[in-house]
DNA sequence: CTGTATCCTTAGGGATACTG
DNA sequence: CAGTATCCCTAAGGATACAG
């Protein structure tokens, strides 16, 4: 636990890794327009710190040379299953939950298959590089 | 994620759900003494600020009146599949884990198992009330 | 034993200007 | 676009003494 927490126990790592595993961001920029509003010398360090445990990896696209992307390890990937739990027991306990989210219905009814899915998806877009639009999740 | 961040994402809160949840510890003193070292106007604040998230209720001993015991509430051990799943997640990556500790066998082998035992163990302490000992988790 | 109340320090991080 | 470099400030929290 104690490793766990020293990874993404941390606002910021958390909430990237969030937008990276779960809303498909892959740029500076997406970040940086992340709803919380992180700033750019924490954004920096936090790439930095993420890639440094192995979480993201950093790519320079060899065609446009100034833009640079970040795609989720394996390592990170595996975080999913723990995630999709965090997400459903928030669901669950959060006040603020009006009507269960189609995902919620989706992982309730099959997790695995959920899971999965993810999976199948994210491999394409990091196969693809496509700048993915996030997902309805 | 937002809501279980701001319930847990603090350092402390998720040390005092790890200990509640995963050591059986029930009393102040017990995570006074937590390997972290809160200090106590800490402790006070994050046992105040948990329980007003509705994830531990404050109970004073009948008898002797002078020792007070805290308890995980029900949405508390919802929590328990998403920890376990960080919990694998840590063993699997952490490169200071040397050989899989048995409960990482055990809930490879049968991770719905596992929650259901920790599930039965834990009311059982509960019910009697007893400061359990660490469990080997 | 279970907290409260203070004091004090420091590091985390927001704002902003700048660069290749 | 993707950062780097400062400046500044505040709130989180350690230490400690005290209390019911």
Same mark, same amino acid.
């Given at each position: #636990? !104690?490793?766990?927490?020293?990874?993404f126990?941390?606002? +910021?790592?958390?909430v @990237?890794? %969030?937008?990276?595993?779960?809303?498909? /961001?892959?740029?500076?920029?997406?970040?940086?327009? &992340?709803?919380?509003?992180?700033?750019?010398?924490i954004?920096?360090? %936090? @790439?930095?710190?993420?890639e440094?445990?192995? #979480?993201?990896?950093?790519? $320079?696209?060899? $065609?446009k040379?100034? !833009? $640079?992307?970040?795609?989720?390890? %394996?390592?990170? %990937?595996?975080?999913l299953?723990a995630?999709?739990?965090?997400? #459903? +027991? &928030?669901?669950?306990?959060?006040?603020?939950?009006? &009507?269960?989210? =189609?995902?919620? /219905?989706?992982?309730?009814?099959?997790?695995?298959?959920?899971?999965? +899915?993810?999976?199948?998806?994210?491999?394409?877009?990091?196969?693809?590089?496509?700048?993915? =639009?996030?997902?309805?999740l």
């Amino acid at each position: #636990m !104690r490793y766990a927490a020293g990874i993404f126990g941390d606002k +910021w790592c958390f909430v @990237l890794l %969030r937008d990276v595993l779960l809303h498909g /961001k892959r740029y500076y920029g997406d970040f940086l327009g &992340s709803e919380e509003g992180i700033s750019t010398n924490i954004l920096a360090n %936090r @790439l930095a710190q993420l890639e440094k445990s192995e #979480m993201l990896t950093r790519h $320079v696209d060899p $065609v446009k040379r100034s !833009r $640079v992307y970040y795609l989720p390890t %394996r390592k990170a %990937r595996d975080l999913l299953p723990a995630f999709l739990g965090l997400m #459903m +027991w &928030s669901v669950q306990h959060d006040p603020a939950t009006e &009507s269960p989210p =189609s995902f919620a /219905k989706a992982m309730t009814e099959d997790p695995a298959g959920a899971v999965a +899915w993810y999976e199948a998806n994210i491999d394409k877009v990091n196969a693809t590089l496509v700048d993915a =639009s996030p997902k309805s999740l």
